[in-house]
């Protein structure tokens, strides 16, 4: 295929131009043939009336999904959460309604797609998870004008049963505590701080500020000021550099020793 004119762009079958519509920017569709696109976007340029597309009339799912994913998902979720995105659009979203023009996805086939999840077997969880992909495609093609107004109907999500939290009793704790380094201060430091593995991955010696602990590169992005006992602070003031010597990728693995050395087989890590 020849190079594209400036301005033009592909996304899944179809060629779009962005446009400039009330202040907000929005796509046209050109169509799937090339040379078509690149003669509607000639007149375009030269001011001719050129009556838009009606919107969605040539955006299947599967093209929207591709724009969403490498816009919007690109910019808005983090790296891991990027994949787990793209595979459940792969394995789920595609699969039933991927061959779908946009404009033609009802809230009953939306109904429909939930029923078919749960056909599946799969957690609550995870029905959520991908309804929630659903949701947020939906709205953002209404926001970016290539379609009207989301299908997506109320209550489409299935309501998920709230779990107690599973809390260690006072003897696994004594035990975890007293743990051989580095183990046991990993745990103390984990229990007494409650940040995420991650978190705890990537604290250092020098984020110790007077009796508080300082982190600063947190899931939500914002610093925040954990207190600290005077023990643990002392324990800490021992170390240089970084407080915890395991690997960010790897809390299944320390989750694992510190049950075959503890015997607390509901001890996790994540």
Same mark, same amino acid.
């Given at each position: 295929?020849?190079?594209?004119?400036?301005?033009?762009?592909?996304?899944?079958?179809?060629?779009?131009?962005?446009?400039?519509?009330?202040?907000?920017?929005?796509?046209?569709?050109?169509?799937?043939?090339?040379?078509?696109?690149?003669?509607?976007?000639?007149?375009?340029?030269?001011?001719?009336?050129?009556?838009?597309?009606?919107?969605?009339?040539?955006?299947?799912?599967?093209?929207?999904?591709?724009?969403?994913?490498?816009?919007?998902?690109?910019?808005?979720?983090?790296?891991?959460?990027?994949?787990?995105?793209?595979?459940?659009?792969?394995?789920?979203?595609?699969?039933?309604?991927?061959?779908?023009?946009?404009?033609?996805?009802?809230?009953?086939?939306? #109904?429909?797609?939930?029923?078919?999840?749960?056909?599946?077997?799969?957690?609550?969880?995870? @029905?959520?998870?991908?309804?929630?992909?659903?949701?947020?495609?939906?709205?953002?093609?209404?926001?970016?004008?290539?379609?009207?107004?989301?299908?997506?109907? #109320?209550?489409?999500?299935?309501?998920?049963?709230?779990?107690?939290?599973?809390?260690?009793?006072?003897?696994?704790?004594?035990?975890?505590?007293?743990?051989?380094?580095?183990?046991?201060?990993? @745990?103390?430091?984990?229990?007494?701080?409650?940040? #995420?593995?991650?978190?705890?991955?990537?604290?250092?010696?020098?984020?110790?500020?007077?009796?508080?602990?300082? @982190?600063?590169?947190?899931?939500?992005?914002?610093?925040?000021?954990?207190?600290?006992?005077?023990?643990?602070?002392?324990?800490?003031?021992?170390?240089?550099?970084?407080? @915890?010597?395991?690997?960010?990728?790897?809390?299944?693995?320390?989750?694992?020793?510190?049950?075959?050395?503890?015997?607390?087989?509901?001890?996790?890590?994540?």
């Amino acid at each position: 295929m020849p190079k594209m004119p400036k301005g033009m762009f592909k996304r899944g079958s179809s060629f779009y131009v962005r446009r400039k519509v009330a202040g907000k920017d929005r796509w046209m569709s050109l169509g799937p043939d090339f040379a078509v696109a690149c003669r509607a976007l000639l007149r375009l340029r030269i001011g001719e009336s050129v009556r838009p597309r009606q919107q969605g009339d040539e955006v299947r799912v599967s093209d929207a999904a591709t724009g969403w994913l490498e816009s919007y998902i690109a910019t808005a979720r983090a790296p891991k959460q990027q994949r787990l995105t793209a595979s459940r659009v792969r394995l789920y979203l595609l699969p039933a309604l991927g061959g779908r023009l946009l404009r033609d996805v009802t809230p009953d086939d939306l #109904r429909k797609y939930r029923l078919g999840l749960e056909r599946l077997e799969l957690s609550p969880q995870t @029905v959520s998870h991908v309804l929630s992909d659903a949701r947020c495609l939906f709205a953002w093609a209404e926001e970016s004008g290539i379609l009207s107004k989301s299908p997506v109907p #109320r209550k489409l999500l299935p309501g998920l049963q709230e779990r107690v939290p599973d809390r260690l009793t006072d003897e696994e704790v004594e035990v975890l505590v007293g743990l051989p380094e580095p183990f046991g201060f990993v @745990v103390r430091l984990g229990l007494a701080t409650g940040l #995420r593995w991650a978190e705890l991955c990537r604290c250092q010696s020098r984020h110790a500020e007077n009796g508080w602990l300082v @982190v600063s590169q947190t899931k939500s992005g914002k610093v925040r000021r954990v207190p600290l006992g005077g023990e643990l602070a002392s324990e800490i003031s021992t170390h240089v550099g970084r407080l @915890v010597p395991f690997r960010e990728a790897d809390p299944g693995t320390f989750s694992w020793h510190v049950r075959r050395m503890s015997g607390s087989s509901g001890f996790t890590r994540t």
